[in-house]
């Protein structure tokens, strides 16, 4: 157990990521952070009565300012507007740049030995606002969206060749969603190749349901997006760190060269542990999955010349 961890936007995602951390004790205390006033103080307190019950001792504490964060080991920023039916991610794009921007500078100045785990979209242009802003080191800046992508991926699969979700491995590099790029030849089933599994034309039609899932969502709650997914894969993010696990997630990580990459954000293979991001695992691609990387690459780099920092 940690002493402090933050979850800065009280919407769907951060309260449910609150609540997670929470339950699971990962921390003395748990900070959640709107702009708006009176709803983390309400949801806050709603959560931290439910410890008796759920048998935890977390202390959650609501709040529009940012005294109450200061020295937190662990940041979870969720704040921004979420895709509405029909707007892409990049639509997102100034409006939660700017509320990231405005977040990090308060992080920078409260807890400036904090680990950044960023869930706010466009994920990977808000990783580069958050590590820009703060300054920290690329162990410390890390994006959730592949912990999402192959949990969702991985249902899909369990569904289809009717065996436990438990025994199946994926990995997804590249960007969230539309962009992901599935690594089929290292999802297995109890490490037997899934494509000794599954036909080819099957495996198509999951991986482009996992690549829609957060749109397959939205579609159904008409208002809002995901939030039980995306807030599970934060908070098993945050697990990771706290308990020192050295779990290997896809997570958006600060490319320095791996995979032939740099100066940007992109998912790949990342060991988790008490440092945040210990290492970066470069594994062999075709030469289609690097093809299809590079040009995911190439698509970023715009969105984050636009920012303005
Ligand atoms: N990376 C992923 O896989 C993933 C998955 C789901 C959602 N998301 C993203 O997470 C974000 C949150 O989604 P949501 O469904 O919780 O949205 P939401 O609208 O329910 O919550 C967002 C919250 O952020 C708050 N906020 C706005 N500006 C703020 C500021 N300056 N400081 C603090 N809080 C502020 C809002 O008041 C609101 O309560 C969205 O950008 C969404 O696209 C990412």
Redesign the pocket.
Known sequence: MTETITV????????TTAQRIAEKGLARRVVL????EG?PQGKALDQWESGPIEGFDSRVIGTNGYEETAGSSIVVI??????KPGMS?DD?LAT?AG?VR??SEQIRRTSPDAILI????P?DV?CYVAKHVTGFPRERVL???GV??TARFRSFLSEALDVSVNDIQAMVLGG??DTMVPLISYTTVSGIPVRQLLDAATLDRLVDRARNG?AEVVAHLKT????YA?SA?AVQMVEAIVRDQKRVFPCAAWLEGEFGLSGLFLGVPCKLGRRGLERIIEVELSADERTALAKIADAFRGPMAAIKL
């Open positions: 800065v936007g009280a919407g769907n995602v951060g309260a952070v709107d702009v708006v709803i969720t704040a921004g507007i979420a895709r991610r997102l939660n509320i405005q977040v960023i869930v706010s979209n994920l808000m994006g959730m969206a999402l992508d969230h969603g957060g809002g997006s995901a939030y995306p894969a």
